[in-house]
């Protein structure tokens, strides 16, 4: 019988998550600096195109400018809080979401309040291992959250080990662990 890894994902746990992929996916880095840039070049504009090409309002636009370039990293953490609440409250998640995980020869297999999924190997694109979360990248943007804290290290241990022990035996594991 395969071993059967159960914990609980609140909120917090995938406010994590989503500050994980803020700070590591080289794609979402590269559109909220873009962004970031944007917005922080926005008051420049303005105050030159509405105040003209004078000392004052061009200071003013760059002061502003600078005040925004510095505030965004504090936009995007209270951001993304926002969004994660604002979903799990749309889902109508409890508090502490039930969660079971197993490995079998099909796959990864997960089950929670809303549904059972199998997820075929080569579709885990590789394993993140953070000091408070493991996360099983599945794509760019979905994983799958274990907190540490919620899970016997022993088990997650041996869960992570059997896990990787598989993933190697899938030709199409896009990165391995």
């Known amino acids: 019988m395969p071993q059967v890894l159960t914990f609980t994902v609140n909120e917090a746990d995938m406010i994590a998550f989503n500050r994980y992929l803020v700070a590591t996916n080289p794609r979402l880095k590269q559109t909220y600096l873009i962004m970031r840039g944007g917005f922080a070049l926005l008051p420049v504009f303005f105050m030159v195109l509405y105040g003209g090409w004078h000392s004052y309002t061009v200071t003013l636009g760059v002061l502003l400018g600078v005040l925004i370039w510095f505030l965004w990293p504090l936009f995007l953490r209270s951001s993304t809080t926002r969004t994660v609440r604002r979903t799990r409250r749309l889902q109508e998640a409890p508090a502490e979401d039930p969660f079971q995980v197993w490995l079998d020869d099909w796959g990864l297999h997960s089950n929670t309040r809303l549904a059972a999924t199998t997820i075929w190997y080569h579709v885990v694109q590789s394993i993140a291992d953070t000091p408070e979360y493991v996360y099983i990248l599945l794509g760019p943007m979905q994983a799958l959250v274990i907190p540490k804290n919620k899970v016997a290290p ?10 990787r022990r598989r993933l190697p035996a899938c030709p199409y594991t896009a990165t391995g662990t």
């Open 154 to 163: 022993a088990d997650l241990g041996q869960f992570l080990a059997e896990l």
